[in-house]
């Protein structure tokens, strides 16, 4: 079933993204938006990306078959008791949170038979709408968690609309997510910020650690980056869960420290053995931290010929790929395809080459 008019309430760089993806592959279906920066919907407008922009929400929503709810946590509430008189079997209400528990557990009782989570698993560093790329959930893990009161049919509906925008679906409940993402998402930030807070906190007077910090410090630090608003948002909504796997990352750390204390041989080649394999058998691996990485991401159709295409006009002048793969969990990384090459040279005649290709490249 494909929708003739969809809503969304924000449209930063999610609900930008999102809107724009079902503008490139469905253009005749009606998009409106509720937006407080208004030079977002200006934008969005300008591209033609909505057809009409809102400051607050309308009656206009109540004809949406879907209302993508992409607004700020602490918003959340105030936002569904207002789209809970639109809700039925004519429209579905969906958020794009990363955290799943706050707004489940403030769901209107009326609202939640026709209440849909979602998680699109892709983001960026940057925020707003003038980062919003459309695509953004090409191959990206999009996660669904329905209410135990949400009529299945209309989840198998959403479900299929979300897959023809190119995305990965999977369905959890709203815990089970929690937990997941708080221990692949939301505590590697945490670690990466307190690592940052300790070398800051413990490097001389002439800042020499910060002057030789390498690319191994660099690449499990990158995610430090991010926006510490969202991130104070994640930590005091899914704080239960992060708290948990804190504990127990605490333990896990202890357990290394003990067998470094007591000069282990080869039960530290085992503990080091076991992570080398279980990340190398992620569907894209980097060199390791000691090396550096020459990599890009880039933007693309997932297609048939597509991956060749790119791969033939690197080849035919003479650019060597080290290593290529889709991006499936996207969070704060720009591109669906990623590229490493063997040296910087190459890395920088290739974004030249793809550029003029007109694809977007990401450095």
């Known amino acids: 079933m494909i929708p003739d008019k969809i809503g969304f309430v924000g449209l930063g760089l999610i609900g930008g993204s ?16 509720c937006e407080q920066e208004e030079s977002s919907l200006q934008l969005a ?10 400051t607050d929400i309308t009656e206009d929503f109540a004809k949406c078959r879907y209302i993508f709810l992409c607004a700020p946590v602490q918003k959340n509430a105030e936002f569904l008791a207002k789209m809970s008189d639109f809700a039925g079997e004519n429209c579905i209400i969906t958020d794009v949170g990363s955290v799943k528990n706050a707004i489940h557990e403030a769901l209107p009782r009326k609202l939640a038979p026709f209440f849909i989570g979602g998680h699109p698993m892709a983001g960026s560093e940057k925020s707003g709408y003038a980062h919003a790329t459309a695509y953004l959930l090409e191959n990206a893990y999009y996660i669904l968690t329905p209410t135990t009161a949400t009529d299945m049919r209309l989840v198998q509906e959403f479900r299929e609309f979300i897959s023809s925008l190119g995305a990965i679906t999977m369905v959890l409940d709203y815990e089970s997510h929690d937990f997941i993402t ?3 998402s939301h505590l590697p930030h945490i670690l990466a910020s307190s690592l940052v807070n300790l070398v800051q906190d413990i490097d001389n007077d002439e800042r020499t650690m910060k002057t030789v910090a390498a690319g191994g410090f660099r690449d499990i630090t990158r995610i430090a980056s991010s926006s510490p608003i969202m ?24 357990a290394a420290r003990g067998l470094i204390s007591a000069s282990e041989s080869q039960e530290l080649f085992d503990f080091f053995q076991s992570a080398k394999d279980y990340r190398d058998s992620l569907a894209i691996t980097n060199s390791g931290p000691l090396p550096k990485v020459y990599e890009i991401y880039c933007d693309m159709v997932d297609e048939a010929g597509g991956i060749a295409a790119l791969a033939t006009i690197l080849s035919s002048h003479g650019i060597s790929i080290k290593n290529i793969g889709i991006i499936h969990n996207r969070e704060f990384l720009d591109g669906v395809l990623h590229m490493e090459f063997y040296e910087e040279d190459a890395r920088k005649e290739a974004v030249s080459l793809l550029r003029q290709y007109h694809y977007t490249v990401y450095e």
């Open 18 to 33: 999102i809107a724009k993806t079902i503008h490139r592959i469905y253009p005749d279906i009606t998009l409106i938006a």
């Open 45 to 54: 407008a300008e591209e033609g990306v909505i057809s009409d922009g809102f």
């Open 182 to 184: 708080a221990a692949i």
């Open 231 to 254: 991130w104070q948002q994640i930590c005091l909504t899914n704080r239960e869960q992060i708290l948990k796997l804190i504990d127990l990352f605490i333990d896990s750390l202890k």
